[in-house]
């Protein structure tokens, strides 16, 4: 074994795309249609790891059965004990990790649901460090490497106590934290990065990979064209053609919400891959939105409105 091929994903699954009122506007949002676009994002190589986060019931069962005809083992770890929860996943193939899972409570432990019927919202939130449904991460172990993968919350609260629980769960090196971490600052008008959160992994020795805001189009996701509500006061008024357009003027672009933290050893040449009109590697803003419109435009189904995270890991570090 020379290396080993990683890629994290959020595959998004939007119940308001699968079931709401989007749904018949953009057909090429369908699960079913995803799952094509996900398919080709897989690697034709013999030592592969898949993380993957916010994937609901339906699309879990989807990827089971994708990842399996391709031969992978896959892991599914739920948020929350919740009926509405979603999971995040690790498919693997030719490698044995132990794979377990903690979760962003006062506790470790997700809620039950007879504990979660009885407690108000204000006890809902303290439990759960800041949102009202817990969340979770895998703890994925090798020989010599472990690596922490994550979603975060949206609410900043969340974010910054999540950061300081896996930035400080394990003590020994080496140990990487990936996924999607929501690194967003929400006070900003402009797409930024939350530095706060991020210097949390920095405090407490962890090293920031990337992506960065200055590579690139600065940003690892991209709003689908109805996902532009909070911009546009009159979305429900507007047709497919209509919406498409808003989401260019609007610039869809958000900023570097997911992220890889590395302690113990470093890695290069991490890629971004676009999920856009096949696989290709997003160099500009300007390109980036040129084809964003063209593949709406086209039709074309997107695996995600986040972009990957690839590279390779060395045999040696696992």
């Known amino acids: 074994m020379s290396e080993i091929n990683v890629l994290?994903?959020?595959?998004?699954?939007?119940?308001?795309?699968?079931?709401?009122?989007?749904?018949n506007m953009f057909p090429e949002h369908s699960i079913k249609n995803r799952?094509?676009?996900?398919?080709?994002?897989?690697?034709?190589?013999?030592y592969v790891l898949y993380l993957l986060q916010e994937i609901d019931d339906e699309m879990a069962l989807e990827l089971l059965k994708l990842f399996k005809h391709y031969g992978y083992t896959i892991i599914f770890s739920p948020y929350s004990t919740s009926e509405f929860a979603f999971y995040l996943a690790v498919a693997y193939k030719n490698l044995t990790p132990q794979i377990s899972a903690s979760w962003y409570t006062k506790s470790g432990q997700m809620t039950q649901e007879s504990n979660r019927n009885k407690m108000t919202k204000e006890e809902?939130?303290?439990?759960?460090?800041?949102?009202?449904?817990?969340?979770?991460?895998?703890?994925?172990?090798?020989?010599?490497?472990?690596?922490l993968h994550t979603h975060f919350g949206l609410q900043r609260a969340h974010r910054l106590a999540a950061s300081q629980i896996l930035s400080t769960y394990l003590?020994?090196?080496?140990?990487?934290?990936?996924?999607?971490?929501?690194?967003?600052?929400?006070?900003?008008?402009?797409?930024?990065?939350?530095?706060?959160?991020?210097?949390?992994?920095?405090?407490?020795?962890y090293t920031w990979m990337g992506p960065y805001p200055e590579d690139g189009i600065g940003s690892t996701f991209i709003a689908w064209a109805y996902d532009i509500a909070w911009k546009v006061?009159?979305?429900?008024?507007?047709?497919?053609?209509?919406?498409?357009?808003?989401a260019i003027e609007c610039n869809p672009l958000s900023t570097c919400m997911d992220a890889i933290f590395t302690k113990g050893f470093e890695l290069s040449d991490i890629k971004v891959i676009g999920n856009i009109n096949g696989v290709f590697y997003p160099d500009n803003v300007k390109d980036v939105l040129a084809r964003y419109a063209e593949f709406y435009r086209n039709g074309?189904?997107?695996?995600?409105?986040?972009?990957?995270?690839?590279?390779?890991?060395?045999?040696?570090?696992?």
Request: aromatic letters at 10%; a negative charge.
């Open 233 to 246: 006061k009159n979305i429900n008024e507007l047709s497919r053609t209509e919406l498409i357009d808003k």
């Open 300 to 318: 074309g189904s997107f695996a995600s409105d986040h972009f990957g995270l690839e590279f390779t890991l060395p045999s040696n570090t696992l």
């Open 8 to 23: 994290s994903l959020n595959v998004n699954s939007d119940r308001r795309i699968q079931h709401g009122k989007f749904a």
């Open 124 to 147: 809902k939130f303290d439990r759960h460090l800041g949102t009202e449904f817990e969340k979770c991460f895998q703890i994925i172990k090798f020989n010599s490497l472990t690596i």
């Open 171 to 205: 003590a020994a090196d080496p140990v990487m934290c990936i996924g999607d971490m929501n690194q967003f600052d929400e006070t900003s008008k402009e797409s930024k990065v939350f530095m706060d959160q991020i210097n949390i992994f920095k405090n407490n020795g």
């Open 35 to 46: 799952i094509f676009a996900l398919r080709d994002l897989l690697f034709n190589k013999e």
